[in-house]
């Protein structure tokens, strides 16, 4: 019985230090949560005017031309992919469910550049066509971070090597819906429920020149909006996680309270019946 004891009581104490470390798992994902949206309000009013630009070109017929169908025409070709996915783990099924999705979306002939660690054992293991590799890391990603990634995809799609670039995430929705999503930058897309304000613009030197200009800003936009919502999502994920396995802790460190008490006050009931049956034999 006082082995059984001590082993309660070492499970109690593991349970109540997991407990510890979940819930700070889960602060700072929150704490990392309301950083990011703070991030985001402030790149919104940005990347909304460059895509107005591009849109207000590539959906008035008057402005249309030959040389802009060349960026929005679909054309049979390779394809080079993104992948974002967290460095690390503790974020429920977030992971399984991105690669689920990029599982059913790739090729055997695409071109794929990942980042973070996660999607890249899954990748590698497949033996998919992998041009670089880069880390998520742990704090939110600056604008900065992303030039490496991106310059691939200028050389590349420039180049006519690839006719459509992809990023396959996770998109935030908010703190308990985080959805795998795959958003096709390149060729760009006319948005169907674009309103114009109808103002009339002036473009110099010419809404070609404009829209060559923009599109890699466009590019840059779409794509740190993607890593964005990555990044927000897994700390929404892992946050979530945390606070189910903080729960579980807490409940298996009661209900192992509770059988110790039980058992500590069968012990001591048993030494008194003990204590009074030697007493009567006496």
Do not use: C
């Not at 993104?82 to 979306?105: E, M, Q, R």
């Amino acid at each position: 019985m006082a082995q059984n004891l001590q082993q309660l009581k070492k499970r109690i104490k593991t349970s109540n230090s997991i407990a510890q470390i979940a819930k700070a798992m889960e602060m700072i994902s929150a704490s990392k949560i309301r950083k990011a949206q703070d991030s985001v309000e402030k790149h919104n009013p940005y990347a909304r005017k460059i895509k107005s630009i591009v849109q207000r070109i590539i959906n008035d017929h008057d402005l249309y031309s030959k040389d802009v169908e060349k960026f929005l025409k679909e054309i049979d070709g390779k394809r080079l992919v993104y992948i974002v996915s967290p460095d690390k783990g503790l974020a429920g099924g977030l992971v399984v469910n991105l690669l689920k999705a990029a599982s059913s979306y790739l090729r055997s002939d695409d071109y794929i550049v990942v980042v973070g660690k996660k999607a890249s054992g899954d990748i590698t293991r497949h033996s998919y066509n992998i041009l670089a590799s880069f880390e998520m890391g742990t704090k939110f990603p600056s604008y900065g971070d992303i030039y490496p990634m991106i310059d691939i995809a200028k050389k590349f799609y420039i180049s006519g090597e690839v006719t459509k670039v992809s990023v396959i995430y996770t998109e935030f929705r908010n703190m308990l819906i985080q959805r795998p999503a795959i958003e096709e930058i390149f060729p760009v897309k006319p948005d169907q429920e674009f309103k114009d304000d109808a103002t009339d613009y002036l473009f110099e030197p010419s809404p070609l020149q404009v829209l060559t200009d923009l599109l890699p800003f466009y590019f840059e936009v779409e794509f740190y909006s993607a890593i964005m919502n990555a990044y927000a999502s897994e700390q929404a994920a892992r946050m979530t996680a945390m606070k189910n396995a903080k729960d579980n802790a807490n409940d298996i460190s009661a209900s192992l309270t509770n059988i110790y008490n039980r058992s500590r006050q069968e012990k001591i009931t048993n030494e008194l019946l003990d204590l009074a049956n030697g007493q009567q034999g006496m």
